[in-house]
């Protein structure tokens, strides 16, 4: 009886898992991994114009990562310190308005995202003199933001391994 | 006792007769070598899948699978799903406070019914984490109960009501506050209003109840089932004040306690664990401690000297020591007093009644005399609530003031002015009910119809009451009975203040807005009073509990202390950043009323063959915080026995009735029967019963319904005082049978058959201390071919004193808070799969009659040459710069013999998807710790040493440009420890506190270091204070009472 069962669960699921394998999508830099993933955003946010063009800082935005492991995305009340008087006339902003006002807020889609496993601290690094740009890439050119790195292991670790960089190599780093 | 190897028993042979003992055992079954123990000790995990049942088609069955899905699986892993898609959901304005992902701490206090810590609730983003103690707090210092800690998953809980409820038919339906609200002020204004509630330790509450019986002519009762009736009603005949007195045990160097578990469950446990550790934390100046107990406490489990004695022999224990002191030797003020004497006489032969060897006994009151103004004599708790336990507290009020401890130790100054709940209160309540006197009954923070047995007629009065309001958070046992439940909001979601002792005053500030459509108990009755326009202005003119109770302080509270600061603003300020405000006041001596020692002669005790002795366990405590699974997967600190009470007999007992471990019996008190099953009891006086309350809930949900039995059935009354113990009970054994899960015997350090157990938890006597330091410490000869690692930067480790450490087991809950350790019930902790990080050994030692008890916390020892490295086929478990043994969960394929391979057993192995379970539920996910990874099926996991707490620690460091501090970073079961016995640190920084314990301490030891794994975890020596040397291995011979190896 288990067995039947077993080895029909075993074959149904080779099968599927050869289905899934047929639908590979394209964007995939590496199995697994989600380098260059870009999703639409319900609000089509432009970094390149913010950061590019208008020169605003990163942390002007994100200021906790200085403090934090996360880096934060802004509170509307943030947005609202220049968009109070700046394009209102824009539908978009005059979205993010509504919500404002309402009390709501936006639902952006996460771009960086770490299995749950990985610890990974913002501040920590901000604090050894880490650009943004080296893991975000030049995020100042880009009108949808997408996934710089592969966020792989191996590219972490990569960067921990170099001796100049003194970072710490253990398990528990990231770990626990 | 020494740790010598004795080989001379290496080669027993199988037949496990009573040949010989091993010095240390954790229970009977390991003293008497049963082959059943034998097995389970050898075998590294209980159960297994691959062991349940032989290689038949089903096992066979499961490789063939495992090998198929081993294809499909790589397959499926090179599919190139992209993840779910994820929102960020930003705030809409940033609260101030918030940094995402650092945690907030906010002042708080925490009161279970008898106990008030001050606590710092951990948030982070708005949400609590875990409640943690306050390091700033008066009388605990950051201690924290097992409850305290537990009571953060009571708010999470998913079956709390989640809005008010009115009654129709036989049901409950949702109702609105609007609605109800109006109902109930037209029927409390027709007057004969009665509120029933627990103790109330927040002083502005009892104001707003006062305002609001004012203003309805209401009447306040309030009960508490684990009450301190006889303190309050002994203080009142001996001082003529009927208050619970403050101790000091730090003060005491000479400690005599008769049933009262102070350590465990009596009044402030946290609080006395904190003062006795004090007072022994200097060796040559300890404390003494010595117990005359019923049942097998936690208090005598660490004392240095215990006798067992049945609840009829308290009194003689008292008056005994007091006829030695005053009459015979001829000490203290009231020697020479004929009245006296007339009263002490009859108790010459005390100590041949107790079965005391007589010089012992001199020696005792020897201790007390010479010890006087700094000597302390407690009775108390359930196991004294005896039909004479008024004679008891007169007895020892006059033995506390004969030996001038009135005013030093016992301290009637700064008493606990909150604990005023009595039966008596009760009583008078339910006689009012069926007199037909109460129209309305408010029920707040109490269980009647759980804790009082039918006898009390609480059923039958509540009939006659018009309408029942019940402010609890689910339909229980006394709220099913109500007409409306109006929920009460939990502590974390409500603004609070507690008397923490007389004049020094806690804030309790809300982690969280209410979670459900809950109101606070004091807003109701604001609300009540202000539709009725009834009551004095401020109860109708505030619109929150909040305005009201800042008003209270700035008008109560902030005028004593107003000198200090310039606005009632910077007052309140400080008050919520520190927590607590106020400090004791100098103690004064009261004088003892010498006509209420007539009593005692009036009183009769009555003996009986078995008596009963009823208890609260330091765990569940008086059951109505039962809903919590953490308190009931811990291990009681005695029996180490989870989920279920039972009844507690001496060896000679059992063997006596026929009975063994688990047998059920029968057990009659005055016509009352229970069937339980029976636990064999080390230390129990073989004609005491001894049964824990507080369990056998039918209405507290999914988790406590059904788990043991109510034992407050048993519960008597004399004189409107309750008697819990000293009852005749009769045992009779049925052919029933039932498993009760206890870990004693889990994860044994020792495989027990041939050898004989080494001793681990090592212990010495006081004179041996005084001979030699490292008295009892074996150092073995070792050498390895090896180089060692090299630690250039921190090298973490940790230190535990065992002569601190009382086994309260804090840790434990702290560390499940802390690491999102699931719980897995009883069904796996039967088979030996316990998840706890920390485990708390608990060995007794010397003949099972009366043997003393060391208890021993063990984590992962993070060993240098860990064991567990080496056998990992994956490097899932690897060595990290800092000397920690780090644990990757995600590459873990559980092989399981890292566990195998671990000296410590301190492994454990998630078998089950508890995060998925969790995950399905609401509410309980929400307590789970963000900075610990939530643990899937089929991965080892272990303690950590809180790595994410020494991150956290290092990153702020780093963060300010600066060193660390030592002491900056602490481990949770350090935070919660009351004993301070846990030191954690840099072993590498020669300055740290771990590092002179390491390095300086002669008591330190490591665990198995014959192994040479060389832990990271030092353990330093009990040191027994019993006036003895030890006798090396004379651990079963015949004792008399009070004589130890």
Known sequence: MHQRFFSWLAKTSLVMSLLVLANCSKFQPGIGYNKGYSPEQPIPFDHSLHVGTNNIQCQYCHNQVERSRHSNIPALSTCMNCHLQVATDKPNIQKLMAAYQSGGTIEWVRVHMLPDHVQFNHAAHISKGVNCQTCHGQVETMKQVYQFSDLSMGWCVNCHRQPENKAPLNCSTCHH | ?1045
């Open chain 2, 1 to 1045: 006792m020494s740790e010598i190897h004795n080989h001379e028993h290496e080669n027993n042979t199988e037949t496990p007769t009573f040949v010989s003992h091993p010095e240390q055992w954790t229970s009977l079954e390991q003293w008497s070598r049963d082959p059943e123990f034998l097995k389970m000790a050898e075998a590294e995990f209980q159960s297994s899948p691959l062991r349940e049942g032989s290689e038949t088609e089903s096992g066979w069955a499961r490789r063939e699978f495992l090998k198929l899905m081993g294809a499909s699986m790589a397959l499926s892993a090179a599919a190139c799903v992209r993840r779910p898609v994820q929102k960020i959901v930003p705030y809409n304005k940033m609260p101030e406070e918030v940094t995402l992902g650092v945690s907030n701490y906010y002042t708080s206090t925490h009161f279970d019914g008898n106990q008030a810590l001050g606590v710092l609730i951990k948030t982070r983003e708005g949400r609590p984490l875990s409640v943690e103690g306050n390091p700033e707090s008066p009388f605990t210092k950051g201690s924290m109960s097992i409850r305290s800690q537990a009571s953060i998953l009571n708010m999470y809980d998913p079956e709390r009501l989640q809005g008010p409820k009115k009654k129709s038919g036989d049901k409950f339906e949702a109702a609105k506050w609007e609605e109800l609200d109006e109902t109930v002020v037209a029927q409390l204004k027709k007057g004969s209003v009665a509120v029933l509630t627990g103790n109330l330790a927040s002083p502005s509450t009892q104001q707003v109840l006062k305002d609001f019986a004012q203003g309805f002519g209401a009447e306040v009762f309030s009960f508490e089932a684990v009450s301190n009736d006889e303190l309050l009603a002994g203080q009142k005949l001996s001082y003529g004040e009927a208050i619970v007195p403050a101790y000091h045990f730090e003060k005491a160097k000479m400690i005599l306690s008769i049933d009262a578990d102070f350590l465990g469950t009596w009044l402030t446990p946290t609080v006395f664990t904190k003062q006795f550790a004090q007072g022994r934390k200097e060796i040559s100046k300890m404390s003494k401690l010595v117990t005359f107990e019923s049942n097998y406490t936690l208090t005598g489990a660490n004392s240095d000297v215990r006798f067992r004695i049945k609840p009829s022999q308290q009194l003689s224990v008292v008056l005994g020591l007091a006829h030695e002191i005053i009459v015979v030797q001829g000490k203290t003020a009231f020697a020479g007093q004929a009245d006296v004497k007339a009263i002490l006489t009859p108790y010459a032969n005390a100590a041949t009644q107790l079965g005391v060897d007589a010089e012992v006994f001199k020696k005792i009151a020897a201790d007390l005399i010479q010890n006087k103004g700094q000597s302390l004599v407690v009775a108390g708790g359930l196991a004294t609530q005896t039909q004479w336990q008024l004679a008891l507290q007169t007895a020892v009020n006059f033995l506390n003031s004969a030996l001038e401890n009135e005013g030093v130790t016992v301290d009637g100054t700064n008493s606990l002015s909150s604990l005023t709940a009595t039966y008596a209160s009760i009583t008078q309540l339910i006689k009012n009910m069926s007199e037909g006197k109460v129209k309305t009954l408010i029920m707040h923070k109490t269980n009647p119809m759980y804790t009082l047995p039918v006898s009390f007629g609480f059923e039958s009065a509540l009939k006659k009451v018009e309408m029942v309001i019940s402010t609890t958070d689910r339909e229980d046992e006394s709220g099913v009975l109500a007409n409306y439940i109006l929920p009460d909001n939990h502590a974390l979601e409500n603004w609070g203040d507690a008397e923490l002792a007389n004049n020094v005053f806690a804030i309790q500030q809300p982690a969280i807005r209410p979670m459900f459509d809950t109101r606070s108990f004091q807003l109701s009755l604001m609300t009540w009073a202000y539709l009725a326009k009834v009551g004095p202005a401020r109860i109708q003119e505030f619109e929150t509990y909040y305005d009201y109770l800042r008003d209270f302080w700035k008008r109560e509270i902030y005028p004593k202390h107003s000198s200090l600061f310039s606005t009632f603003d910077s007052f309140w300020d400080q008050l919520l950043q520190k927590g607590f405000v106020g400090t004791a006041k100098s103690i004064s001596a009261r004088k003892f009323k010498s006509e209420s020692l007539k009593l005692i002669s009036e009183s009769k005790v009555s003996a009986s063959e078995m008596e009963l002795v009823l208890y609260p366990t330091a765990q569940i405590g008086d059951g109505l915080l039962s809903n919590v699974s953490w308190i009931h997967e811990l291990p009681d600190p005695v029996t180490k026995i989870t989920w279920d009470n039972y009844a507690s007999v001496s060896l000679a007992t059992a063997q006596k009735l026929k009975l063994k471990q688990a047998n059920v019996v029968e057990i009659e008190v005055a016509g009352q029967k229970l069937e339980l099953p029976v636990h064999i009891q080390p230390g129990m006086h073989d004609d005491v019963v001894a049964v824990a309350v507080g369990y056998g809930r039918t209405k507290a949900g999914k988790i406590a319904n059904g788990v043991g039995q109510n034992a407050y059935v048993f519960l008597a009354q004399n004189n409107a005082l309750p008697v819990f113990s000293g009852q005749p009970v009769k045992v009779t054994k049925t052919s029933k049978k039932y498993k009760l899960a206890c870990t004693q015997d889990h994860h044994s350090m020792n495989d027990g058959y041939n050898k004989t157990p080494r001793p681990l938890a090592l212990e010495v006597t006081l004179k041996d201390y005084e001979k030699s330091a490292s008295a009892g410490i074996h150092k073995h000869h070792i050498w390895s071919i090896w180089s060692s690692h090299q630690y250039n930067g921190h090298k973490w480790g940790m230190a535990i004193d065992l002569n601190s450490c009382t086994g309260c087991s804090a840790c434990v809950v702290a560390c499940q808070s802390e690491n999102n350790v699931p719980v897995v019930g009883k069904t796996y902790m039967l088979q030996g799969r316990e998840m706890h990080w920390i485990r708390i050994d608990r060995y007794y030692q010397g003949s099972p009659e009366n043997p003393t008890a060391v208890f021993q916390p063990v984590m992962c020892q993070h060993c240098d040459n860990a064991p567990c490295e080496t056998v990992c086929p994956v490097a899932a478990t690897v060595h990290n710069s800092e000397g920690l043994n780090d644990m990757a969960y995600n590459r873990c394929v559980g092989t399981r013999y890292c566990a195998n391979n671990c000296p410590y057993k301190v492994r454990r192995f998630n078998w089950f998807n508890y995060a998925a379970k969790n995950e399905q539920l609401t509410t309980p996910k929400m307590q789970m710790n963000p900075d610990v990874t939530v643990r899937i099926r089929g991965v080892m996991e272990k303690c950590s040493l809180c790595v994410h707490r020494i991150k956290e620690g290092k990153n702020k460091a780093k963060l300010e440009n600066r060193n660390l501090k030592d002491g900056e970073i602490k481990t949770a079961c350090q935070t919660s420890c009351p004993a301070d016995a846990i030191v954690f640190g840099d072993i590498n920084d020669e300055n740290s506190a771990v590092s002179q314990m390491f390095h300086k301490d002669p008591r330190a030891y490591a665990l198995l270091e014959e192994w040479h794994a060389k832990p990271s975890v030092r353990y330093l020596t009990k040191i027994r204070n019993n006036g003895q040397e030890s006798a090396g291995h004379d651990a079963h011979g015949t004792h008399k009472q009070g004589e130890h190896s």
